[in-house]
């Protein structure tokens, strides 16, 4: 073989590259789409005889023709692929036939399946024109979607209850009178209030299927608190994100088994605890007691840096890294450290395995 022709296969190894990712992409995106459609257009049909009930962007008509449209287009890619493959198949000998500096031969195919072609290509032109149709009348109608987006107002407690299974959600503060909950979830909240002066805000686990809901990745709860002497806050997630900003009640525990949770300007009592979840807490009440809990978690700290802190360590095959207390690097096992000041914060930690870290900020 040449020089020429040598560096003539260089080139073309990599465009057979680039060939064979297309192909890849080609038949992953036929399986998801061919997969959708048959999820979606048999559901779609219960959904619109009522028998089921489907979060969704589309109305129960439109998702259906969303799925003969997924369908369509899926089976549309199968029949291209089926069609392209010898040709690729065909350049691919001749590659290797050079490579190996002998002569090809030509290969025989079965016929193509252009009829089929057509006609999956036009069954999903028809049913992407029929979904966007029924999806404009049901808005004409004054359809917007079967996702729960939802305000509710609520009296000052002093006591306040909120569990979630995986839905993300933070406290914030308003200057206005009242609580306010604002959430996007694909079920109702389930709250309960009582003479007792408390607050139960729980997430409904009820069996619920989303499909075409495009807020599906960005459910989450937001509750908004006045200013107020609170007494206990007790908040609760599975898979769910916590975030606080500040903690006004005497007494706050947090607790999430693999969701992260966030503690900004931390007061009064705290406890959090994470099973797999990292705690992060920015303290700024040096007269609070500070508990965090974890097993394989990460956990954080920052305290101002002209406060003293008492700090008791417990793990069995953690580490605690502080330069603020003077620690160079990692330091595994159990630990009582402090550091005298005027002010001081009283922190205790108890980890399995997990990393604790304890800096001023700013």
């Known amino acids: 073989m040449g020089k020429k022709a040598q560096l003539f296969l260089l080139p073309a190894a990599v465009g057979f590259a680039a060939l064979f990712a297309l192909i890849f ?3 992953a995106s036929a399986l998801v789409l061919v997969s959708a459609g048959l999820l979606c257009a048999p559901l779609g049909v219960l959904y619109c005889f009522g028998i089921i009930t489907i979060v969704s962007d589309l109305s129960a008509p439109a998702l259906t023709a969303a799925g003969c449209f997924c369908l369509s287009l899926g089976v549309l890619l199968c029949f291209v692929i089926y069609s392209f493959a010898p040709f690729c198949v ?12 002998i002569r090809w031969r030509r290969i025989y195919f079965p016929r193509s399946h252009k009829p089929f072609i057509f006609i999956s290509a036009g069954a999903a032109v028809i049913s992407l024109a029929a979904a966007c149709v029924l999806q404009y009348l049901a808005a004409e109608s004054g359809f917007e979607g079967t996702v729960i987006r939802d ?50 805000l729980v997430q409904d686990d009820a069996f619920t299927m989303s499909l075409f809901a495009l807020e599906q990745f960005d459910y989450r709860m937001t509750v908004w608190l006045p200013e107020n002497d609170y007494q206990d806050f ?20 947090v607790r999430t088994r693999s969701g992260d949770i966030t503690v900004i300007g931390a007061t009064g009592r705290i406890q959090a605890e994470s099973v797999r979840g990292s705690i992060s807490c920015g303290c700024a009440d040096p007269d609070g007691s500070f508990t965090f809990l974890g097993k394989s978690s990460d956990i954080n700290v920052t305290v101002p840096g002209d406060c003293g802190v008492l700090l008791e360590f417990r793990t069995e095959k953690g580490w605690i890294e ?6 160079d690097g990692r330091v595994y096992g159990s630990r009582d450290l402090k550091k005298e000041a005027e002010t001081s914060y009283s922190i205790y930690v108890n980890t399995e395995s997990g990393r604790f870290t304890l800096e001023a900020n700013g």
Do not use: Q, W
């Open 25 to 27: 992409g080609l038949i």
């Open 90 to 101: 065909s350049l691919l000998y001749r590659y290797v036939s050079a490579c190996r500096g």
């Open 151 to 200: 305000r509710l107002e609520f009296v000052d407690v002093k006591y306040l209850y909120i569990s979630t299974s995986n839905l993300d959600f933070e406290l914030r503060y308003h200057s206005g009178d009242g609580i306010i909950v604002e959430y996007v979830n694909d079920t109702a909240l389930i709250t309960e209030t009582s003479d007792m002066n408390d607050l139960h």
């Open 234 to 253: 007790y908040l609760d997630s599975g898979s769910g994100s916590i975030t606080l900003y500040e903690t006004p009640a005497e007494r706050t525990e």
């Open 322 to 327: 502080s330069g603020f207390l003077g620690l």
